[in-house]
């Protein structure tokens, strides 16, 4: 307990840095781009869909994690009727005539 007592009385109680660090005036502080953590912007959204509700002050969010669904590729279609994926197919969808 005295281990944690002597961390807590060393650290800023706004930020959480060392006030060792956090007051030394041979460095400055420089900002960076905030992070989006994408499990609590999923939080939000959920808290958000429940304003209204008469309980919302003892309900605990949760979200769980799971695969991002894969887009669906596209097929790109070349210039003379077939695509660019290998399919020699006619531009109506019939096969191309052969070349002889």
Known sequence: MLGLALREDSECRRCGGDLHETLDYGWKWQ???????????ALADDRRQYTKHPHREGMIHRVVKVPRPQPKTRRRKAKGGGDLNGDATHHRGTPAPADG
Not at 31 to 41: E, F
Request: hydrophobic share 35%; net charge positive; charged share 10%.
């Open 31 to 41: 900002p960076q781009p905030p992070l989006v953590c994408l499990r609590c912007l």
